[in-house]
């Protein structure tokens, strides 16, 4: 399936992992975040970017546009990371 950048679904999930890899952030980084049941979660980034992949094709060029931008501003892409980690700990 063809998604809105003319690629396939693999060629965008690998968009994420090559982006971490760039800025040396290894998949196997461990977040903490609290969860509203559980209390604290221990999440590795690998397990959100797994997340990420997952998500269908127009929640993942959201994704990719927000990380563009970030990164275009020299922001930290983890703060984004971390936020999607949050959302999985609900």
Request: proline letters at 1%; charged letters at 30%; glycine letters at 6%.
């Amino acid at each position: 399936m063809l998604s809105l950048y003319g690629t396939t679904k693999a060629n965008k999930m690998k968009y994420f992992r090559t982006l971490l890899e760039e800025k040396g952030i290894s998949l196997e980084t461990v977040l903490e975040v609290e969860g509203a049941e559980w209390g604290l979660n221990m999440i590795p980034v690998e397990v959100v970017v797994e997340f990420m992949e997952g998500s269908d094709i127009a929640t993942q060029k959201k994704m990719r546009d927000t990380l563009t931008k970030i990164d275009f501003m020299n922001g930290d892409i983890m703060d984004f990371i971390t936020y999607v980690a949050k959302f999985l700990a609900k």
